[in-house]
């Protein structure tokens, strides 16, 4: 199937929900206030793009290509970053609501997270190593065999973290986010 490139246009308030879109190539798009929502973009491409104020919930983007995408005021409830492509996954996210979304076994190195509500994502496996949490809520969030070196959690809040299961080296916390860290050991912390 040929593919068709989209390049530096920006789409307003235009609705794929539901629908399945397939060889489409965006680069360098905005996409502003959008539907998504159970719409099926596996294969495709999104470079250099930004989604503002979009709804994304229940997309599907198995070997998805997502570079460079940005994500600001965005509703992404039970999307599966996992299944998009390795090669150059980066991605940012910036007072959005991610809640049920999993990054399982996804490498994505210094990604930021900015005022976003993370409730029960699955960050199990992944390598998010250098990240930043800022202000995130991280409610029953899964992290287990991750690698969260040099992660800074110092505003984050709600997280539960086993830092026998999970790589902590360098990774920074307030004092306020102890409980998160010792909560298996049933200590008090005052």
Same mark, same amino acid.
């Given at each position: 199937?040929? =593919?068709?490139?989209?390049?530096?246009?920006?789409? *307003?308030?235009?609705?794929?929900?539901? +629908?399945?879109?397939? %060889?489409?190539?965006?680069?360098?798009?905005?996409?502003?206030?959008?539907?998504?929502?159970? @719409?099926?973009?596996s294969?495709?491409?999104?470079i250099?793009?930004?989604?503002? %104020?979009?709804?994304? @919930? %229940?997309?599907?983007?198995?070997?998805?290509?997502?570079?460079?995408a940005?994500?600001?005021?965005?509703k992404i409830?039970?999307? +599966?970053? #996992?299944?998009?492509?390795?090669?150059?996954?980066?991605?940012?996210? *910036?007072?959005?609501?991610?809640?049920?979304?999993? $990054?399982?076994?996804?490498?994505?190195? =210094?990604?930021?997270?900015?005022? @976003?509500?993370? +409730?029960?994502?699955? $960050?199990? =496996?992944?390598?998010?190593? %250098?990240s930043v949490?800022?202000?995130?809520?991280? @409610?029953?969030?899964?992290?287990?065999?991750?690698?969260?070196?040099?992660?800074?959690?110092?505003?984050?809040? #709600?997280?539960?973290?086993?830092? *026998?299961?999970? +790589?902590?080296?360098?990774?920074?916390?307030?004092?306020?986010?102890?409980?998160?860290?010792l909560?298996?050991?049933?200590?008090?912390?005052?």
């Amino acid at each position: 199937m040929d =593919q068709t490139t989209t390049e530096s246009k920006t789409f *307003e308030k235009t609705s794929w929900a539901g +629908k399945a879109v397939k %060889g489409q190539e965006f680069l360098e798009c905005i996409f502003e206030k959008c539907d998504f929502s159970n @719409s099926n973009f596996s294969g495709n491409k999104f470079i250099d793009c930004t989604f503002q %104020g979009c709804n994304l @919930s %229940g997309m599907k983007i198995p070997q998805c290509t997502l570079l460079n995408a940005r994500f600001i005021g965005c509703k992404i409830l039970g999307v +599966k970053f #996992n299944e998009c492509k390795d090669l150059l996954f980066s991605v940012f996210f *910036e007072a959005c609501i991610l809640d049920y979304s999993t $990054f399982m076994g996804r490498k994505m190195v =210094q990604t930021k997270f900015v005022k @976003s509500s993370l +409730k029960e994502v699955n $960050f199990i =496996q992944a390598n998010i190593a %250098g990240s930043v949490f800022d202000q995130c809520d991280l @409610s029953a969030a899964f992290f287990n065999e991750t690698d969260l070196s040099g992660v800074n959690f110092v505003t984050a809040y #709600n997280y539960n973290i086993d830092p *026998e299961l999970n +790589k902590l080296k360098k990774a920074s916390f307030s004092e306020q986010g102890l409980a998160g860290l010792l909560g298996k050991y049933g200590i008090n912390i005052v």
